[in-house]
């Protein structure tokens, strides 16, 4: 079945720079693609969705980017800021999932003055 | 006013033991999901339903049942807790299914069990 591969599991950035998660996943038939942001002590909140007809999608300070050909994910924060401090996970569904959300591991985000 | 809540948010258990956690949503969703967190994974997911007095397995199913006797509330039960439960466990809705629709989750459960 689909897997997902998400690296780094921890990042650490100072305020202002960029940051840049990303997730490999298996089933080339996939088509629908998530992050969700988790906060310390809250729960998951989506933060941004791309479906497969769309490579690139922007929001709140950070962009998306799908490469289908390498199947490959990626979440990059181009100004990191204090409020950007959680754990991060992508989340894919399509064919090999029947069509539930396979989740990646997971990336805790520490934004450092 | 959230929208997905979940009771206890901690519970300790014994080995052996009878868990039943609770879970309500005031989406209006069809869609309800249990997941379980453990340290350095991503969520996996145990059961979900789709309507109520149905549910269905998810990828880890085996130590668990599900029960949705209404469209707002979906529990999951643990009939004879093990060590290997210990986790967090988050109960989410959605208004639909095809791995397309925005989850919702609710603060999640700690589950410890000695």
């Known amino acids: 079945g689909e897997q997902v591969e998400q690296r780094p599991p921890h990042l650490s950035v100072r305020e202002g720079d960029s940051a840049v998660i990303t997730c490999t996943y298996t089933?080339?038939?996939?088509?629908?693609f998530f992050w969700y942001k988790q906060e310390p002590g809250a729960s998951l909140q989506l933060l941004m969705k791309?479906?497969?007809s769309t490579e690139i999608n922007e929001g709140q300070g950070f962009t998306v980017l799908l490469n289908k050909k390498d199947k490959r994910l990626s979440l990059n924060l181009t100004a990191a800021h204090p409020g950007d401090s959680a754990a991060y996970f992508c989340?894919?569904?399509?064919?090999?999932?029947?069509?539930?959300?396979?989740w990646g591991s997971g990336t805790k985000l520490i934004i450092k003055p | 006013e959230a929208a997905v809540t979940q009771s206890p948010r901690s519970k300790v258990a014994v080995t052996g033991g009878k868990v039943t956690l609770s879970c309500h949503q005031t989406?209006?969703?069809?869609?309800m999901y249990w997941y379980r967190q453990d340290t350095g994974h991503g969520l996996r997911l145990i059961h979900y339903?789709?309507?109520?007095?149905?549910?269905e397995k998810g990828d880890i199913p085996d130590g668990y049942k599900a029960s949705r006797p209404s469209q707002e509330n979906f529990s999951l039960i643990l009939e004879l807790a093990s060590l290997s439960q210990t986790a967090v466990y988050f109960c989410?809705?959605?208004?639909?299914?095809?791995?397309?629709?925005?989850?919702?989750f609710g603060p999640g459960t700690r589950l410890t069990v000695l």
């Open positions: 989406n209006n969703h069809d869609y």
């Open positions: 791309v479906f497969s």
């Open positions: 339903s789709y309507v109520a007095d149905s549910t």
């Open positions: 089933d080339p038939n996939s088509y629908y």
């Open positions: 989340a894919v569904s399509g064919v090999d999932s029947n069509y539930q959300l396979i």
């Open positions: 989410a809705s959605s208004d639909a299914g095809g791995g397309y629709a925005e989850q919702f």
